[in-house]
């Protein structure tokens, strides 16, 4: 069974940085897609980053375009997502996923793996 696991979550004052990482172990699954998610209370699930694993090709939402950056470590099956210029908005749990899909990148139902969750909060 494949299995992901976030780390790197934590509380930060608006403005300030934080680096997420996703490890990836277990099975044989061939990972396309290696996205992030996030998801805040009451609010629906929502795409924020996602990064081809063979080629490096990178997607962003829109709202963290220019702020947020999703990276691939190949030889340790990790993925990342550096979070700079954070806001209270940001605050969220912030999932990892692994997908055998190349397109839908943005769409959750196209993943197949997901870790448990790092929870983001941004302080004012």
Request: net charge positive; hydrophobic share 35%.
């Amino acid at each position: 069974q494949v299995q992901l696991v976030e780390s790197g979550g934590g509380l930060v004052q608006a403005g300030g940085s934080l680096r997420l990482s996703c490890a990836v172990s277990g099975g044989t699954f061939r990972r396309y897609t290696m996205g992030w998610f996030r998801q805040a209370p009451g609010k629906e699930r929502e795409f924020v980053a996602a990064i081809s694993w063979v080629g490096g090709s990178t997607n962003y939402a829109d709202t963290v375009k220019g702020r947020f950056t999703i990276s691939r470590d190949n030889a340790k099956t990790t993925v990342y997502l550096q979070m700079n210029s954070l806001k209270p908005e940001d605050t969220a749990a912030y999932y990892c996923a692994a997908s055998s899909w190349s397109a839908d990148y943005g769409s959750a139902s196209r993943y197949n793996y997901w870790g448990q969750g790092t929870q983001v909060t941004v302080s004012s």
